[in-house]
């Protein structure tokens, strides 16, 4: 048997599919996927796998012999399947959105259709150029400073992750506070970042990745909204500066995953200008909001900001990964991360008249992901973008609205924007039962917080397909469950 299998092997001249087989299972799968929105709302929001389920269910070596495309996509439904968290679901409520839309899943089909790497300007114009002028775009419908554009002293790069945009922030700080210096010594333990009690882990990640160390980098308090306290920043740097210590990053947050918090950009920004510290702005969720004129105030202060950035990956309808990240002064990014080896030497880059984004991130590989945004944009317009936020922003007041008015719940925190922090009146662990019941039921999915210690729910309001609807049954299943509990809690043992 194996002798005819091999000889079989043999006489093949390509494992390859053929451009007609890939129109016919390229189309099914489209067809799939726009299935899979169809019934995604009646599908249990949270897997119900148990850890290494679906792998056993998959086979533990690969196939000697390749497959049938359509036995692959059985096993799509049959095996992925039950192991998908439906991020997608209108149901979704739990940590920030990642959304998405059709445009993008187009555009990123084109992107992979194209395979483009991107590294250099050379290397595919249009990857650079279309990645420069969308950015640009979004500088002015989101009222962007000016100078975040290309045509001024800074401009916008596409990153994987907002993670990714602070590292490089971080590190550009790092470059500008030492001339350089560390860059070719290495850090000398005099660096220090700050950021607040609330900041993304990401900012304690990028400060162990850029050689700062954990322990230099402070935690600094926050108010009774969890925002930044400017004045604890400025004490906590002059401190350090007595200290013989060397201040060079803030990280503000505009919309802390926690609550949603807003730090006092305006004022921490000037304690930076006046120390010449670099201020990074982390808005990776709520940037979004600033589409729409009346959210712009989530920036005041950014004028004063070094760099920037938000994800369209989580709110701006563009699959993951998307984030964008800005900067007032691209030489300074530049001279930080560019490294030019000899075989990337070409004549577009000794010209210096066009952009290489390789020097704008960690990687230097890249994917056309403009084309998905650049989808979003023009599908949708400005307008249509602006919508759907407001939208989300509503049906979340609405919600807050709901637990204001029930007595057995309370607000952990205002909600500005599309994130609303609520709890049970009855303490930490019906809260928590509450959520496990909630998630275990299929119906929704939301996640939680800590805020002063006290165990908070988080309902998130961001996914593409949320309706009204969705946000009624939520509060709905909420306040069942929670009767349920009380109940319980009540009756005796
Ligand atoms: C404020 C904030 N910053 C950064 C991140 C990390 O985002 P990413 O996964 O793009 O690195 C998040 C994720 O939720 C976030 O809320």
Known sequence: MRGVESN????????????????????????????????????????RAKPGQVREWLPSSAPAQGELFEVMMKDVENLILPGVTHWQSPNFFAYFPCNNSFPSVLGELLSAGLGVQGMLWATSPACTELETRVLDWLVDVMGLPAAFSSSQTGGGVIQDTASSSSLCALLAGRERATRYASNQLGCDGRLVAYTSTQAHSSIEKAAKI????????RLIEVDERFAMRPEVLEARMSEDRKAGRVPCFVCATVGTTSSNAIDPVPAIGRICRDAGVWLHVDAAMSGTAALCPEFRYIHDGLELADSYCFNPHKWMFTNFDCDCFYVADRKALIDTLSVLPEYLRNQATESGAVIDYRDWHIPLGRRFRSLKLWFVIRHYGVEGLRYHVRRHVELAQRFASWVRDDARFELAVPAPLNLVCFRHRGGDAINQKLM?????????????????????LRLSVGQTQTEGRH???????????????????????
């Not at 043999?10 to 899979?36: C, L, N, Q």
């Not at 917080?449 to 908070?456: E, I, K, P, S, W």
């Not at 299943?477 to 009767?483: D, G, L, N, P, V």
């Open 471 to 493: 946000v009624e049954r939520a509060w709905r299943r909420i306040r069942e469950e929670a009767a349920s509990l009380e109940g319980s809690r009540d009756s005796p043992a």
């Open 8 to 47: 079989r092997m043999a006489e093949k001249t390509s494992f390859h599919m053929t451009p007609d087989e890939f129109r016919r299972h390229g189309k099914a799968v489209v067809d799939w996927i726009a299935d899979y929105y169809e019934r995604v709302e009646s599908m249990p929001v949270l897997s």
């Open 210 to 217: 850029a050689g700062l160390g954990r322990e230099n980098l």
């Open 436 to 456: 496990e019941r909630l998630n275990q039921s299929g119906d929704l999915y939301l996640t939680h917080t800590r805020l002063d210690g006290r165990f908070t």
